[in-house]
């Protein structure tokens, strides 16, 4: 049998009764969109992140979206600020900035964990820069204490894309509640992850909370009132029951994972294969086990001819995409190269033990370099 790079039906089959019920509790009530069961997620997840405020939405995007849309209509942003994002990130951070006419800045991140480089943002701050948008990538928090006292310096908004990093956390602090706000995906394949798409806004900023929430409902506040030119974005009732069921097990899927983690980093040892840093271990929620080789595609289809299947997040980064060809001669040597380096090793909450031996087995057993 193969070792799948993640089994969806196996992570939700395990709370497939709860999840039911819950299905079939919104399916009776008869009311599918902004209910009871939004309400009450959004007040479950905010305490989760520690956050006085959550917002659902549809999806990750639009959180970081209508984050940078709430504070351009709060006076805080203007089209044309730019906003320093890192380079190897999912195109999605690069996406939320350039639908609202801000311009992303890519910064180079630090090989060693993935994350953006807080030693080379001052050199990236200019006369229109506004905003920093920290990704934890891989579900590993970025330096939020370094990147907190470089935003408070030059006065630049914080925000988190936490897609990868629910549960995330440093000195008890959660991913999400570091920034002035933050952007969560619950896409299935997220750490906590929904049946379909959604996503979550969470913030301590009341103002941004009240704006994103009518935002996201044609921009009202009251039905038939439209202060602003909002979108349709919402969580609707049957997402927000599958993610109150699926919050309660998230501190023990993240457990697993930080176990399927910890052997892997104990027990894989080549000369051709980095393993991902980590400070302590709160600091990952390890969303993504993510190695780097120079022999990346040769490590891959090795992999393959056992059975163990693999990933690449991401093969081309955003700058170098047609989408956004106008950035494509930034020099980003650092991100380019850990494009072609990175290869993500099946990592989830229901990988049993004996494909755990298996990946780490194939991992030994590539050859030397030929
Ligand atoms: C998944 C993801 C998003 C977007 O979330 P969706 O729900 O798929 O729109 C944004 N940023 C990062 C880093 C992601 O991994």
Avoid at 197 to 210: F, I, K, Q, Y
Avoid at 313 to 339: D, I, K, N
Wanted: aromatic content about 6%.
């Amino acid at each position: 049998m193969d070792v799948p790079f993640l089994d969806a039906r196996a992570v939700n089959a395990r709370y497939a009764d709860e999840l039911k019920a819950a299905a079939a509790r919104v399916i009776d009530s008869g009311w599918y969109i902004l209910g009871d069961e939004l309400a009450a997620f959004e007040q479950e997840f905010a305490a989760y992140c520690g956050v006085r405020h959550a917002v659902g939405v549809g999806n990750g995007l639009d959180a970081l979206s209508l984050v940078l849309r709430g504070y351009k209509e709060l006076g805080a942003l203007t089209e044309g600020d730019e906003v320093l994002v890192p380079g190897n990130t999912f195109i999605a951070s690069f996406l939320a900035i350039t639908e609202n006419r801000l311009a992303p800045v890519p910064v180079e991140p630090d090989p060693a964990t993935f994350n953006i480089d807080a030693s080379r943002v001052e050199q990236c701050i200019g006369p229109r820069t506004r905003a920093i948008m920290a990704v934890h990538l891989y579900g590993h928090l970025a330096n939020m204490s370094a990147l907190a006292a470089l935003a408070r310096k030059h006065g630049l908004l914080l925000i988190e894309d936490a897609a990868q990093a629910h549960g995330a956390s440093c000195a008890g602090i959660r991913a999400g509640a570091f920034g002035d706000a933050a952007g969560f995906s619950f896409f299935p394949a997220k750490n906590l992850g929904a049946l379909g798409d959604g996503g979550a806004v969470v913030t301590n900023d009341a103002a941004l909370a009240a704006r994103v929430r009518a935002l996201r409902n044609y921009g009202s506040e009251l039905k038939y009132v439209h202060p602003f030119r909002g979108v349709n974005s919402r969580l609707d009732e049957i997402q927000a029951a599958m993610l109150r069921v699926k919050l309660r097990h998230l501190d023990e899927d993240i457990a697993r994972r930080r176990s399927v983690a910890r052997r892997y980093r104990e027990s894989i040892r080549h000369p051709d294969i980095v393993l991902p840093a980590v400070g302590i271990e709160e600091q990952h929620a390890w969303h993504l086990f993510v190695v780097r080789s120079r022999r990346r595609d040769e490590l891959q289809h090795h992999l393959q001819a056992l059975g163990i299947h693999s990933q690449v997040h991401y093969p081309v980064p955003p700058h170098r995409q047609l989408a956004y060809a106008a950035l494509g001669e930034l020099p980003l040597p650092v991100t380019e190269q850990l494009h072609r380096e990175v290869l993500s090793l099946p990592i989830s909450p229901t990988l049993d033990d004996e494909a755990v031996v298996r990946v780490i087995e194939g991992c030994q057993a590539f050859g030397d370099a030929p």
